[in-house]
T-cell receptor
Framework: EAEVAQSPRYKITEKSQAVAFWCDPI?????LYWYRQILGQGPELLVQ????????DSQLPKDRFSAERLKGVDSTLKIQPAELGDSAMYLC????????????????FGPGTRLTVL | KNQVEQSPQSLIILEGKNCTLQ??????????LRWYKQDTGRGPVSLTI?????NTKSNGRYTATLDADTKQSSLHITASQLSDSASYIC???????????FGKGNQVVVIP
């Protein structure tokens, strides 16, 4: 069964350093999402792409976070500089259609990248 | 204010026993509700999805119910197994809204 791939699985960095996460969605999925999940909380949407275009980045801290999906396939999320409060699980998800909210559509999540900022 | 509230926050159950998790939501107008299972250190995996007209949906030992009038859902786990230890997240989508509303999850620990 096709899966969403993410790397690295774990990342430890010092504050003020730059970090980058990579995501490869399920083949053919037009929509890609980046979420941040703090321990004990539900995922929080950071950015949503439809093909290569950003559809929703209203909750992305743009002073330090950036995301791109240049060819409309895989995507990179970057944090520069990292802060202590950025320690969290970063989840990537993909869906066939926009939003993944319809009855016949589902968001499929990758295994996540666990970021620890020291 | 969170649009999806789950209870209990966490629970411990003996292997073989049943348990029920609760989800209350305020998302309106309502489209559908999903329950996801998230193993520790992994991404969430969809278990069930229900629309306004459905009041029950099963997936193996997992049975979800929905009362759209009271905006409540439950997830019942029958004959729990050690592998059921996970966080169960209630996710609601509204009609005309492309963003999902996530609960904080019910943390279930099954002990032998």
């Amino acid at each position: 069964e096709a899966e969403v791939a993410q790397s690295p699985r774990y990342k430890i960095t010092e504050k003020s350093q730059a970090v980058a996460f990579w995501c490869d969605p399920i083949s053919g999925h037009a929509t890609l999402y980046w979420y941040r999940q703090i321990l004990g909380q539900g995922p929080e949407l950071l950015v949503q792409f439809q093909d290569e275009s950003v559809v929703d980045d209203s909750q992305l801290p743009k002073d330090r976070f950036s995301a791109e999906r240049l060819k409309g396939v895989d995507s990179t999320l970057k944090i520069q500089p990292a802060e202590l409060g950025d320690s969290a699980m970063y989840l990537c998800a993909s869906s066939l259609e926009l939003g993944g909210v319809g009855v016949t559509d589902t968001q499929y999540f990758g295994p996540g990248t666990r970021l620890t900022v020291l | 204010k969170n649009q999806v509230e789950q209870s209990p926050q966490s629970l411990i159950i003996l292997e073989g026993k049943n348990c029920t998790l609760q989800c209350n939501y305020t998302v309106s107008p309502f489209s559908n509700l999903r329950w996801y299972k998230q193993d520790t250190g992994r991404g969430p995996v969809s278990l069930t999805i229900m629309t306004f007209s459905e009041n029950t949906k099963s997936n193996g030992r997992y049975t979800a119910t929905l009362d759209a009038d009271t905006k409540q859902s439950s997830l019942h786990i029958t004959a729990s197994q050690l592998s059921d230890s996970a966080s169960y997240i209630c996710v609601v989508s509204g009609r005309g809204n492309n963003r999902l509303a996530f609960g904080k999850g019910n943390q279930v620990v099954v002990i032998p």
